[in-house]
């Protein structure tokens, strides 16, 4: 997905600066070309070799060498890069940056770049709290830069608060906003996530594994580019996403009613829910007891197949289901996309423990109405979430 993308990964010293290995890692498995630039600070913290091995390109840590011969390295890069990314970014170079400091390769880069910068800043609570911090931030913000919330929890300098560097695997997907323009602003997306509930009695239930990161990644990448999301979602442990109006359902016959009810409104509709397919044919008012029971019996009734109706229905929205397998992937999704009659549907391994529920990674294969099928290799949640819109988007405009 970040293919033919120059990326420069700005790090500063501080010990998040670990993190930035691993989210170089993300970014060349999603196909960038990557450019490191560390300051001396850095260098303490992770030796340049590490992120020279990975990237695959020198490293740059001085102004002043001359860069292939005979052009200027901190230009150079600048010009190059689609965007510019800063992780872990410390209160000194956002301070440098604001006031107009370009004393070493990495500031003088940003300042010499028009490509998009986004900062992730890292820092002890009190120093993110302190007003000269918050007004360089302000300051940058008003110019364009973008800035990626520190998260909280135990901070390496003993404090508890805001302040660690996100995961990399959010740093990843947050920063992909930045390369990808609003193209699917006149979209209205409906999406499913997570799993059902089907109670047995008042105290239990039968369900699955889903987390709903699949459906969230998915709600999260179409708004952020721009278009109208509704995500309805089962049961999960996840905060709606921004900028998404999150409906929330338990069962699968409630999920069948929402998704009937807002499907007028969709041109796209993407069903990434792992709906029960069968729900207990009786709900018992009170706790079932086990006394004088040694086995137990529940009969079970079919749920509606909510893709299907939708198939069903003639609707003028672009459909997209998921397929859930663990054994012929290919052969059991091409009969869902036949039998419920979609656009496009995604097989999903879910036998393997990095892909499919729970994991924050997945590996799917595309498969489309016209026959073509595209593999897309193991990648975080947030960019098959990408790619998939990047399809959609070119289904919908053909
Ligand atoms: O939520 P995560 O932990 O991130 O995991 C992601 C995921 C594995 C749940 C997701 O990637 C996925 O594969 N979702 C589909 C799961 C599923 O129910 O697959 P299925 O093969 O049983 O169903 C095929 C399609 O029909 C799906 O689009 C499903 O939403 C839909 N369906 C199924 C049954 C039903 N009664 N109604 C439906 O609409």
């Given at each position: 997905m970040l293919k033919g993308k120059t990326i420069v990964l700005g790090v500063c010293g501080?010990?998040?600066?670990?993190?930035a290995v691993e989210l170089l890692r993300l970014y060349k498995k999603a196909g960038a070309d990557l450019h490191v630039i560390m300051t001396a600070a850095a260098q303490k913290f992770v030796t340049p070799l590490t992120f020279q091995t990975l990237s695959g390109n020198p490293v740059h840590t001085e102004l002043f060498d001359l860069f292939q011969g005979h052009e200027i390295g901190h230009i150079s890069l600048a010009d190059r890069a689609d965007l510019l990314v800063v992780a872990p970014a410390t209160a000194n170079l956002i301070g440098k940056v604001a006031n107009g400091i370009a004393d070493d390769l990495l500031s003088t880069t940003i300042m010499a770049t028009r490509a998009p910068v986004i900062f992730a800043p890292a820092m002890n609570t009190n120093m993110l709290e302190n007003p000269v911090y918050c007004s360089n931030q302000a300051r940058l913000e008003t110019f364009g830069y973008r800035f990626i919330e520190p998260s909280t929890g135990d901070l390496a300098c003993g404090w508890q608060g805001k302040g660690k560097l996100p995961d990399p695997a959010q740093l990843f997907s947050n920063s992909l906003t930045s390369l990808y323009?609003?193209?699917?602003?006149n979209e209205t997306f409906l999406i499913t996530a997570g799993p059902t509930r089907e109670e047995i009695d008042p105290v239990r239930y039968l369900s699955n594994y889903s987390s709903g990161k699949m459906g969230y990644a998915i709600a999260r990448a179409a708004a952020e580019r721009g278009a109208k999301v509704v995500l309805i979602s089962g049961p999960t442990a996840l905060d709606p996403p921004r900028g998404v109006e999150t409906l929330y359902v338990v069962s699968a016959q409630q999920m069948n009613g929402a998704v009937l009810e807002r499907a007028h409104e969709a041109t796209v509709v993407i069903k990434a829910a792992a709906v029960a397919d069968y729900r207990p044919l009786i709900r018992a008012d009170g706790k079932v007891k086990?006394?004088?029971?040694?086995t137990w019996s529940l009969e079970l009734e079919k749920n509606p197949d909510i893709l299907a109706t939708l198939g069903q229905m003639g609707l003028k929205a672009l459909l997209v289901g998921f397929a859930a397998e663990t054994d012929d992937l290919i052969g059991n999704a091409r009969k869902k996309l036949e039998k419920k009659n979609v656009d496009l549907i995604v097989a999903n391994d879910v036998s393997r423990v990095d892909a499919g529920f729970e994991a924050d990674t997945n590996a799917v294969r595309l498969l489309f109405r016209d026959g073509s099928e595209e593999e897309l290799p193991l990648l975080p949640k947030s960019a098959v979430a990408n790619i998939l819109l990047d399809r959609i988007k070119t289904l919908c405009d053909a």
């Open positions: 501080g010990i998040a600066a670990y993190k323009p609003a193209d699917l602003s086990k006394e004088g029971q040694e």
